[in-house]
């Protein structure tokens, strides 16, 4: 089992910034990606960003290129996610999940461990 911890949610202004960060703890041997995703009141998960836990290229929506940055260190075994110039609609609970299987999915079906949640308010 592997265990995720977020942290790093808060209030910010439009414009703002904000690093969520995701402590893995238990198996991370068994860890080949991890991945951001987030959820909007009234809305469907949808996906952020996911990079390999050894390193490598990292995958983005669309929608955050540029804007966000994921990054990991695994000397912590902690996995980041920098938003910058944040806006209203980017308020959501930002989820953190850790997957097994090679690749790097966008999917949520593919991944195996989640965390808790933590809240991202932009206020305009």
């Known amino acids: 089992q592997v265990q995720l911890v977020e942290s790093g949610g808060g209030l910010v202004q439009a414009g703002g910034s904000l690093r969520l960060s995701c402590a893995a703890s238990?198996?991370?041997?068994?860890?080949?990606?991890m991945g951001w995703f987030r959820q909007a009141p009234g809305k469907e998960r949808e996906f952020v960003a996911a990079?390999?836990?050894?390193?490598?290229?990292?995958l983005y929506r669309d929608f955050v290129k540029g804007q966000f940055t994921i990054s990991r260190d695994n000397t912590k075994n902690t996995v980041y996610l920098q938003m910058n110039s944040l806006k209203p609609e980017d308020t959501a609970v930002y989820y953190c999940a850790a997957a097994r299987n090679v690749g790097l999915g966008s999917r949520g079906n593919e991944y195996d461990y989640w965390g808790q949640g933590t809240q991202v308010t932009v206020s305009s």
């Open positions: 990079i390999p836990w050894s390193g490598g290229i990292p």
């Open positions: 238990g198996r991370t041997f068994t860890i080949y990606a």
